[in-house]
Structure formats: C-alpha cells, structure tokens
C-alpha cells in the first residue's frame, strides 16, 4: 500500500527543518564538521527519509515504526539545537525559530502517530505503553 508522502504535512515540515539545518550548520566552525554538524545534519535528514521509506511499507505497524524513528530524531534535534544555542553557534532569535519549528513538527507528528495507531492498531499505543512503563518503574509521570 504505497502512500503518496509529500501530501503528509510532517513530511513537508521534516523536509523544510532539514534544509533549514543545513544552512544552518554550513556557518557552524569548521572544526564541528565531524561532530555537532554531522549529527544534526544526519538527525535533520533521517526525518523526511522515514517518513518516505515509511510510506511504501506494506502495513501500518511498519509505517508507525518509521514515523516513530522520525519523530525520535526529531527529538535527538531539539537537544543538538539547544546545545549549539547553549555553545553560542546559534543566536537566540535563530535559535527561537528553529526550535519552533522542531516543535510544531514534534507536536504534529505526535497526532499523526496517534491518529494511525487509533484508525489500524488494537491494544495500547506506543506512547500509552511508554508512558506505563515510565510511571510503574520509575513514579517520574
């Protein structure tokens, strides 16, 4: 079942942080290349790629799977921006920008795991089981 990943808003919003990162990162110290910058290119990149490898998987299961490495990326993001912001590669109002971004895209890719888990999955989703265990195991939620 191929689905047509460019119509997805995460898609197109992955897409955008991603080159938006690279312009970024190309005014970053050299001396970064083979650290900070690679690893936020690498994470900026594996968000629209999941999301397209995602889509042509035959089932939902294997879909959500994709979009949660995706949204986990995303989440590897908004730590490597902090940290380049916290470093001073990144001014605060750039800085304010783009973590926006990263969480509008957070935020959106929440709903839509949310929403496909509900339309095609039985049983507790990813983040209900996640947010059971945390709470049993730990009392942090």
Same mark, same amino acid.
């Given at each position: 079942?191929?689905?047509?990943y460019?119509?997805y808003?995460v898609?197109q919003i992955?897409y955008?942080?991603?080159i @938006?990162l690279?312009?970024?990162? @190309?005014?970053f110290p050299?001396? /970064?290349?083979?650290?900070l ?15 397209a /490898?995602?889509?042509? #998987?035959?089932?939902p299961?294997?879909f959500?799977? %994709? ?7 995303a989440k590897e993001?908004?730590? &490597?921006?902090? &940290?380049?912001?916290d470093?001073g590669?990144?001014?605060e109002? &750039? ?7 990263? @969480?509008? %895209?957070?935020s959106?890719i %929440?709903? %839509?795991?949310?929403h ?14 996640? #947010?059971e #265990?945390i709470? #049993?195991?730990s009392?942090?939620?």
């Amino acid at each position: 079942m191929a689905r047509n990943y460019k119509k997805y808003v995460v898609y197109q919003i992955g897409y955008k942080l991603a080159i @938006d990162l690279y312009k970024i990162t @190309d005014k970053f110290p050299s001396h /970064e290349q083979n650290n900070l910058i690679g690893q936020i290119r690498r994470a900026a990149t594996s968000i629209p790629v999941n999301i397209a /490898e995602g889509s042509a #998987k035959k089932s939902p299961k294997e879909f959500l799977y %994709f979009l949660n490495v995706a949204y986990g990326s995303a989440k590897e993001l908004a730590v &490597l921006i902090d &940290l380049s912001k916290d470093i001073g590669y990144i001014k605060e109002d &750039l800085y304010n920008i783009i973590s926006d971004q990263v @969480d509008n %895209f957070n935020s959106k890719i %929440f709903l %839509f795991i949310r929403h496909i888990e509900k339309e095609h999955c039985s049983g507790p989703s990813f983040f209900q089981k996640y #947010k059971e #265990k945390i709470t #049993k195991d730990s009392g942090l939620i």
